[in-house]
């Protein structure tokens, strides 16, 4: 088959790994480039295995990084605790490790396929299907770009991230995102002094309403998120404002004032929202990773069931053959309660990041001191993996 794929992200690349041995594929991406900046991530779970499967574990692991694990501090510099990562690795049976999310996108471009037709600077701008008429199984698909040309295709797959220009087109009435209440940031830059200050564990501020990471992403780089509060109304993104980045995150902690010094003026600027599809595919356009079910930035497992879902769909497409509205049919009832699963635990879990009042706060503080008891910690972190 002819399979376009709309997004040259990690979800949009693993599932071009996967086609490109028995389908003519092309990626369309709407930047000029692979994606900078980014944020650290930790990669496990289900994206891990089905790494492995596909074999590029070994590439993504060799540009990842083993942190010791996290360091709690307040507003005036004092350390309120520690979790180490060591039984969360030992849980996860040694699959598991930090990367730089940019890195994971890197990585999967190294391994993909010279036969994959990947084409930057090429933003999407609506996509046609004849089953959107009613007439299924009658032509190919179809997406239009900006530069007025057409492209036509066996198979769409929306792998366009959360906002997704398909979504709406395959289930109707669910194309705007889902808002979580949160707002989030990133950013990284060149501070070696602070990156060895912050050496092997990551900072997470103990802070009510606004929450503050910095880390080492490496001998020379820092990187830095920041995520608050916020009503859960609208759905249009944030224009970054360096200015008001500074003054509403100003005092979470010594070292994070050090990096609010040195935010661009452009960086990751977002909703933390998810997106819930009732189906996801419709004709000859399926949608997949975030487009279908994006877990949220706060869930901690985006990347990971990026690539799981990717290569379900993969998977599926290679089981049924020619019958391609069977292969969609069992991607969706191969992958979907795997993704709900993990929806559901980004919903419960982005309260932990921004307690929203001082004894939720004190309540972590004491959850955490708890972890160090005999027993507690492997019994929570098997149950952070299963999650």
């Known amino acids: 088959m002819d399979i376009t794929i709309i997004g040259g992200g990690i979800a949009g690349l693993a599932l071009a790994h996967e086609l490109a041995p028995d389908h003519a594929v092309t990626v369309l991406e709407s930047s000029p480039g692979p994606h900078g900046g980014g944020f650290m991530i930790d990669f496990f ?10 074999g590029i574990i070994e590439e993504l692991r060799s540009r990842g990084h083993a942190f010791e694990g996290v360091r709690y501090g307040t507003p005036d510099g004092a350390e309120t605790g520690r979790l180490d990562v060591g039984p969360l690795v030992e849980a996860a049976g040694g699959r598991y490790f930090s990367i ?19 084409r930057y600077s090429a933003r999407v701008t609506a996509v046609h299907d004849p089953a959107f008429a009613g007439t299924a199984g009658s032509g190919r ?6 530069d007025g040309t057409t492209l036509d295709s066996d198979l ?41 200050e912050l050496g092997e564990r990551m900072l997470m501020t103990d802070t009510v309403g606004r929450v503050g990471w910095a880390y080492a992403a490496d001998d020379s780089r820092v990187g830095v998120m920041l995520a608050e509060r916020v009503r859960a109304a609208g759905t249009a993104r944030p224009v970054p404002d360096r200015e008001r980045l500074q003054r509403d995150f100003a005092g979470l902690h010594p070292q994070v004032d050090r990096a609010l010094n040195h935010a661009p003026e452009s960086f990751y600027d977002d909703l933390v929202a998810q997106a819930v599809a009732p189906r996801w595919s419709r004709g000859r356009v399926v949608l997949a990773g975030d487009a279908a079910h994006a877990p949220s930035l706060l869930a901690g497992q985006g990347t990971s069931v990026a690539i799981a879902g990717a ?11 020619p019958y391609l509205e069977a292969g969609l049919a069992e991607y969706e009832r191969r992958w979907r309660p795997t993704a709900e699963k993990v929806q559901r635990s980004g919903r ?20 955490r001191r708890a972890i160090g008891l005999p027993g507690v910690s492997r019994l929570v972190t098997r149950s952070f993996i299963a999650a």
Not at 45 to 54: D, I, K, S, T
Not at 100 to 116: I, K
Not at 311 to 321: D, V
Request: aromatic letters at 6%.
């Open 311 to 321: 290569e379900a769909l993969a998977r599926s497409l290679r089981a049924t053959g």
């Open 45 to 54: 779970g289900p994206g891990f295995v089905a790494a492995e499967r596909m």
């Open 141 to 146: 698909a179809t997406v239009e770009l900006a």
């Open 348 to 367: 419960r879990s982005a309260a932990f990041f921004t307690p929203s009042c001082p004894a939720q706060l004190r309540l972590q503080q004491i959850g």
């Open 100 to 118: 730089l999310r940019p890195e994971v996108e890197l990585g999967l471009l190294a391994v993909l396929p010279p036969s994959v037709d990947l």
């Open 156 to 196: 769409i797959v929306a792998c366009d991230g959360v906002r997704s220009v398909a979504r709406e087109l395959v289930s109707p009435g669910h194309g705007p995102i889902v808002p979580m209440g949160y707002r989030a940031a990133s950013y990284l830059f060149d501070d070696p002094e602070l990156a060895a």
